[in-house]
């Protein structure tokens, strides 16, 4: 954890959800070591941005750092999302709570 927290604030974070996210955290040891291997092959500037990627989405595996980083899905931006993106829209055909009665 102190090798991730100099590495960037994302990495930590992504590392402390990780291990939190197993009920057993001898489960994360290889995946977090895996992670750290990942800032030698690619530079700590891209393992930074992918583990904020992986946050955002809520996502912490091994596999899902090394595709980011693999795929160069790191150098692109995040999306902004606005609002909520699980609202009903507005239709005649939806029927609200009311009908469920």
């Known amino acids: 954890m102190k090798k991730a ?3 960037g604030p994302d990495t930590h974070a992504f590392l ?3 291990f939190q996210s197993r009920t057993f955290t001898e489960q ?3 995946a977090s070591l895996g992670v750290m291997r ?4 690619y530079g700590p500037k891209r393992l930074e941005a992918a583990c904020r990627r992986a946050i955002a989405f809520g996502t912490y ?3 899902i ?3 980011i980083l693999h795929n160069n899905v790191d150098k692109e931006e995040l999306p902004t ?3 909520n993106l699980f609202q009903i829209p507005e239709h005649e055909n939806v029927r609200g709570s009311d ?3």
């Open 5 to 7: 927290a100099t590495i």
């Open 16 to 18: 402390e959800a990780l």
């Open 28 to 30: 994360c040891f290889q």
């Open 38 to 41: 990942l800032a030698k092959i």
């Open 61 to 63: 595996t091994y596999r």
């Open 65 to 67: 750092i090394h595709t």
């Open 81 to 83: 999302v606005q609002g």
């Open 99 to 101: 009908a469920y009665g």
